[in-house]
């Protein structure tokens, strides 16, 4: 069945009942603790101020004690040495001989060694994350990085795994499924006795995190009609998700305890198992399957609650795609078969990946901005109100590409700007680095939407996956671009600014959605620019289905 005539068959429904804000607002709620989850590690792996341990039975006088540290240099300012000590045997011998340091020893001169004992850590700010409690510093500094990237593994894997999932098992079976993996295994991070153990649910963690959201976000998608759908797409589900995310930072101020943090973040998710009786299955995702009695069965219902009448027979039997009811099995494969679809693919795959690694870079570096770690994430998530804001607003009365090329460019500039503001300027860099997140936010809000709407229902799940699949390459290397920082405090901002940048010219070459009906099956894409199809449609000669490996 075509857009138009579901829309059609449909329409009794009207646009916004009962039945509809229900929908809506269920799935939008469903989607806070994604909030939560994908920004928590901001707190709960932030390193804390630190230098090395001086055993507290280590017998030397406090004055050799305040010399023990070697000073270094860094970002202009003078501080004790993160991974180095002086010798401890030789400032024993020292203090036991009675020596003074700095005026009978050159302190300076002494010969240095590494963390022997440990760390101590500036209790200030945490009283401990995932760095303090298992030591992720110095020779393991590289752990931290890897922890967020581990998550983002996690996402990968169910970005490929959950689009497929639910193409063939359902929109809501899969999103009450991996709302409770992310719910469940957050719980069980809680009592992780090692970064290992504590990586390894990371991973589980992200595998949910990102299906429920794709999950929300399609069977809104499908459900909602065509100018509901916008607001939702662009602004519901990602408003709630900004929610969650502006909380995080107000929950971590009061707890300050990792473990803890995790436990208060994860609570909320079992709040969510009764959404099961109120939120439906996708009537389009059940006709597409040939089950038409249960997509009947949920719009009756839907009538029910929003006061109108049912005709007797909402589908009449030539109006449904005679493919339906034989059950054509669509996978990741679709999306490459054709050349059109192909090259529609590869270049959302582009953009969609180095649109993460700007948002997520962005995201996760508020920790080393000038100022409260918890005031810069605050700004760093209201900042994507206004922007998730102007991307309905874009999304609404102009052409997709040029919302999405303009937002795309907008962050790239602003981002290669920073690098021309002196440093004793830190808060105007601040400023300009949370206007690269809005151009960079709203992106991703318009990308989700614009994708949706060049894909078709049969694989349009598995598709949106695809696409946060391999945004997940960007999101998987976004820490390690942060981690350059410790070498050229410039070189990140290059990186992103530029590819940023390039991805906004990209988006032109995509096919242009605005004011076209969502198409159904692969024969109703738009096609990709400077591309045309062959006329000709032809029957498969095995199971007398119409080919759709159409040669552009």
Not at 3 to 20: I, S
Not at 170 to 197: C, D, E, H, I, Y
Request: aromatic fraction near 12%; charge should be neutral; include cysteine.
């Amino acid at each position: 069945m075509t857009e138009t005539g579901y829309e059609d068959n449909t329409a009794f429904l009207g646009e916004w009942g009962p039945f509809q804000q229900m929908v809506f607002f269920l799935l939008c709620l469903s989607i806070i603790p994604n909030g939560f989850t994908g920004m928590s590690i901001v707190f709960i792996g932030d390193t804390p101020s630190h230098h090395c341990l001086i055993p507290a039975n280590a017998n030397i006088t406090g004055e050799w004690r305040n010399h023990s540290i070697p000073l270094e240099e860094e970002s202009g300012t003078v501080v004790l040495s993160k991974c180095a000590r002086y010798k401890l045997d030789v400032i024993k011998s020292f203090s036991e001989r009675g020596y003074v340091p700095g005026i009978d020893v050159n302190v300076s001169e002494i010969q240095h060694e590494t963390c022997l004992d440990g760390w101590e850590y500036d209790r200030g700010t945490y009283i401990s994350t995932i760095v303090s409690e298992w030591d992720l510093v110095c020779a393991d500094k590289w752990k931290n990085p890897l922890t967020s990237s581990v998550f983002f593994c996690g996402v990968l894997t169910g970005s490929f795994l959950s689009g497929q999932l639910s193409d063939r098992f359902g929109r809501k079976n899969v999103l009450f499924a991996t709302m409770g993996v992310q719910t469940v295994f957050t719980f069980f991070q809680v009592f992780s006795p090692s970064w290992v153990v504590f990586c390894a649910l990371f991973f589980v963690v992200g595998m949910g995190q990102i299906s429920n959201y794709v999950a929300a976000f399609v069977l809104g998608t499908e459900i909602l009609s065509p100018s509901k759908r916008i607001i939702y797409s662009t602004l519901g589900v990602c408003m709630f998700y900004t929610i969650g995310y502006t909380l995080l930072p107000a929950v971590a101020f009061f707890i300050r305890d990792w473990r803890m943090l995790m436990l208060a973040l994860t609570l909320p998710g079992f709040l969510y198992v009764p959404f099961w009786w109120f939120i439906p299955e996708s009537p389009r995702w059940l006709l597409s399957q040939g089950r038409v009695e249960e997509a009947e069965a949920i719009l009756r219902d839907a009538a029910r609650r929003n006061r109108v009448t049912a005709p007797e027979v909402i589908f009449r039997p030539e109006q449904l795609d005679p493919k339906a009811g034989k059950l054509v099995a669509h996978n990741i494969c679709d999306l490459v078969r054709s050349s059109n679809i192909r090259w529609v693919s590869i270049t959302l795959w582009l953009v969609w990946t180095i649109l993460s690694i700007g948002y997520f870079a962005l995201s996760l570096n508020t920790s080393n901005l000038a100022g409260s770690s918890y005031l810069n994430c605050f700004l760093s998530a209201a900042i994507e109100v206004p922007a998730y804001t102007m991307a309905w607003l874009m999304f609404r009365c102009c052409p997709r590409r040029l919302c999405l090329f303009s937002t795309l460019f907008l962050g790239g500039v602003v981002l290669l700007c920073i690098n021309l503001i002196p440093p004793n300027l830190s808060s105007v860099s601040t400023a300009l680095e949370m206007l690269g997140k809005f151009g960079v936010t709203a992106a991703f809000s318009i990308v989700y939407a614009y994708t949706a709407e060049l894909y078709p229902t049969v694989v349009r799940n598995t598709a949106i996956g695809a696409c946060s699949m391999a945004s997940r390459v960007g999101s998987i290397s976004a820490p390690y671009f942060i981690y350059l920082g410790g070498c050229s405090k410039s070189l990140p901002y290059i990186l992103m600014g530029s590819l940023t940048a390039l991805s906004g010219l990209l988006s032109l070459l995509l096919p242009e959605s605005y004011r076209v009906p969502l198409p159904d099956t692969i024969t109703h894409m738009q096609t990709f620019p400077g591309w045309k199809k062959r006329p000709v449609c032809k029957l498969s000669q095995t199971t007398g289905e119409e080919d759709v490996s159409d040669t552009l």
